[in-house]
């Protein structure tokens, strides 16, 4: 089996790989196992080390990394280069704090001692998307070393080059052999991956369908799983909000790796009394962003990452237009081999509009009329999906109060667009999925939280 790298802005495939065949992923897992037995008990400090170390080796190598993620999967280059830098900050957030994470928890019982101690369980199994095909994978590496666990990674099959370097990387930076090694498989080898004895954990970060099957895999085999699944996050704009700032803020978390993210923005919910103002500035900043090649400078939004994606988003605007709602900018499907797909709103989005109930993944903003505040915070919550949110209002106690206890997801920004940040956790309720990632709850995930007692 061969597994294609094709550039999503010309159609051209860049290279062939071969696939990992059932005997290799064997022998790469036991690999990954028998590392971990030293992995496991290697000092904090040289974890640490270590972990500076990738960072050093990402900021190095970043431009070109940019231009692989450009190649790939369509991402323009200065995004790539935050990516690449985003990886390198996760790394030296761990490095500098996992040992604080980590640490041994007095807990005064009857005993002459007895504390919590946060053991790693093994290698880990990771199962990651394209669309941030460095991010994903160094936020679930960088606490999985940190805690003492090794790692294999899935990635998506149309990013083999990025997978390939991430391994090189880790390489580079001077770890052990084989506490993390790449497995070029198709989606059809994550069941017989996930049952592997040497599999101890597993994490994903994709689509909710991919998300329940590796869940169900995992679940009857008794081995944990976080996931990190689809979204269609609401930003609620009230009648007091700085409107300037909130059409600016939607707009650009809406495009945002070109709308392919499961924390951009995606539904606009608007109060009545504002809607007007707010549609039409944020028209004014969506027709000023510019598509086009990701190597070329001042390129807003790239291809989406691949032909089949583009076409099944076009799909759906088509099918929100026939339930009722209007394309007041983009919708069509430029001409050429390529997976460009224009930056769209729609207006008039109900409920029940597809719009409003499904993930659209790529640069389509649908914006929904509210009648008032309780209204906005009915509508953000009525979807089956819950992983960010945003709230644009100029009180901030007002805005604090819906963050924290009325929106119904896993976070909640207050005039800001929600991003990750290797200082707080991340994920999502619902059918975004569970667990998180990040922060010091992120560590805690993937280990032992094993009690002694000494009488």
């Not at 992923?25 to 036991?30: E, G, L």
């Not at 960010?388 to 005039?415: H, P």
């Amino acid at each position: 089996m061969e597994i294609l790298s094709i550039n999503p802005a010309n159609g051209k495939t860049i290279k062939k790989y071969s696939a990992h065949s059932d005997k290799q992923v064997d022998k790469k897992i036991q690999q990954t196992h028998t590392a971990w037995l030293n992995w496991r008990t290697s000092p904090r400090e040289e974890r640490s080390r270590l972990l500076n170390n990738i960072a050093t080796v990402l900021t190095e190598r970043k431009d070109e990394l940019a231009k692989l993620m450009a190649l790939e999967m369509g991402k323009p280059l200065a995004q790539g280069v935050a990516e690449i830098e985003k990886c390198a900050a996760v790394c030296e957030y761990y490095a500098t704090n996992a040992a604080e994470h980590l640490k041994d928890q007095l807990i005064k019982t009857d005993a002459l001692k007895s504390f919590v101690s946060f053991q790693p369980l093994g290698v880990v199994l990771a199962i990651m998307p394209w669309n941030f095909p460095f991010w994903q994978v160094f936020r679930f590496l960088a606490p999985a070393l940190a805690a003492g666990n090794c790692g294999v990674l899935k990635h998506a099959s149309n990013v083999p080059g990025c997978a390939l370097a991430i391994q090189d990387i880790v390489k580079a930076a001077g770890f052990p052999q084989h506490v993390f090694q790449t497995l070029l498989v198709g989606s059809s080898k994550v069941d017989a991956i996930i049952a592997n004895k040497h599999i101890q954990a597993v994490t994903l970060t994709g689509s909710t369908g991919a998300g329940i099957k590796v869940a169900q895999k995992a679940g009857s085999l008794l081995k944990k799983t976080v996931l990190e699944l689809g979204g269609s996050d609401p930003y609620i704009i009230l009648e007091d909000a700085d409107l300037e700032l909130a059409a600016e803020t939607c707009v650009n978390s809406r495009l945002i790796n070109g709308g392919q993210s499961c924390i951009a923005a995606k539904r606009f919910i608007v109060v009545k009394s504002v809607e007007k103002q707010f549609t039409k500035l944020f028209l004014q900043k969506m027709e000023a962003k510019k598509m086009g090649d990701p190597f070329e400078q001042g390129v807003d939004v790239g291809p989406q990452a691949r032909i089949d994606l583009r076409d099944e988003l076009h799909k759906q605007v088509r099918q929100a237009v026939k339930q009722g709602a209007k394309c007041i900018l983009g919708g069509e499907i430029p001409k050429g081999v390529n997976a460009f797909y224009p930056p769209t709103i729609l207006t008039k989005v109900t409920d029940s509009n597809i719009a409003f109930q499904e993930e659209l993944f790529g640069p389509v903003a649908a914006i929904i009329s509210a009648k008032d505040e309780n209204d906005a915070i009915r509508l953000a919550n009525k979807s089956v999906f819950g992983l960010g949110s945003a709230v644009f209002t100029k009180d901030k106690k007002r805005g604090e109060l819906i963050a924290t206890t009325l929106i119904e997801a896993g976070s909640c920004f207050v005039n800001s667009l929600v991003k990750s940040d290797p200082r707080l956790p991340f994920g999502g309720i619902k059918q975004s999925g569970y667990g998180r990632e990040l922060g010091m709850f992120g560590i805690h995930e993937f280990v032992n939280i094993k009690t002694v007692f000494i009488a």
